[in-house]
């Protein structure tokens, strides 16, 4: 089934949470049959905040066979199910935890180690990080050498607040992305989703054009736009809204599975 004007997807770029997950880190059935349908005719993609290691019990749920994922906000492409790192993107990060440790000393922060785990300045609620292997660290030992990415969380911090802290911190020289609760990914410079995308693209010989791209989050908004067709989802942010082609229904009610069953 194609849309009215006869475009049709060539490859489907799906982020996880809020998009296939819901905050109860489940996937429906409908989501699950509605990816399984369309990975069997086209590359389906997933391009999410998530490392690597989190990201590999998602594409195992929805069945995806030999492939690509786009973990970290984009900072690594990796092929999908062995783990080869296809392009990976870093930044030295010492400067944003001093500025970090001024504006918001009560803040944790985190950084992706290259076996999927984390260093962390202190221990993250429970579920944030997505069960990966966590390790306490000084702010001195968090980066002792560049990485694809920092977390900043403040559990008693409101989203509001760290869209003023992003604003406080000044951040130069790297890209950023407030997350739907108190939560700031820092990335390399020009980094995010589409970054990751492009190289997975790139390799399948797929045209941006044909690309459908879906997600919830601030950190969706270059993926949306990149794509031939971006769709945010129902309960996205307004700014995500706008920068997308159209909305689906949220993840309550499957809108991925409702948008895909337009064409698959």
């Known amino acids: 089934m194609t849309s009215a004007d ?4 060539q490859a489907v770029a799906l982020d996880i949470d ?5 905050h109860d ?18 590359p389906v993609i997933l391009a999410t905040g998530r490392s690597w290691m989190s990201t590999v019990p ?16 984009g ?3 990796m092929s999908y199910p062995d783990g080869e790192v296809v392009d990976e993107r870093t930044f030295d990060p010492a400067t944003v935890i001093a500025s970090v440790r001024e504006h918001a000393p009560n803040a944790r922060m985190a950084v992706e180690e290259h076996d999927g785990g984390y260093r962390v300045t202190e221990p993250f609620p429970d579920g944030d990080l997505g069960g990966d292997a966590i390790r306490v660290v000084s702010d001195a030992e968090l980066a002792p050498e ?10 008693e911090a409101s989203e509001a607040d760290f869209v003023e802290l992003a604003e406080r911190l000044g951040l130069h020289g790297v890209s950023y992305f407030v997350g739907w609760t108190a939560w700031l990914d820092i990335a390399p410079e020009g980094v995010d989703k589409s970054t990751g995308l492009k190289v997975a ?13 879906v997600g919830d989050g601030r950190n969706d908004i270059e993926m ?21 082609d159209e909305v689906t229904k949220s993840v309550q009610d499957d809108g991925v599975a409702a948008l895909l069953n337009r064409w698959f």
């Open 6 to 9: 006869g475009w049709r997807p």
């Open 201 to 213: 693209l790139t390799k399948l010989g797929v045209d941006p054009a044909g690309l459908l791209a």
């Open 146 to 155: 560049p990485v694809t990415r920092l977390i900043i969380r403040d559990p």
């Open 58 to 73: 998602v594409a195992e749920v929805l069945g995806l066979q030999r492939g690509f994922v786009v973990v970290s906000n």
């Open 224 to 244: 949306l736009t990149y794509a031939g067709l971006g769709v945010a989802m129902g309960a996205a942010p307004d700014e995500v809204k706008a920068a997308a």
């Open 18 to 22: 809020g998009t296939l997950v819901d």
């Open 75 to 77: 900072a690594r492409t």
């Open 25 to 42: 880190e489940r996937i429906s059935e409908a989501v699950v049959d509605a990816v399984g349908r369309a990975a069997a005719q086209v």
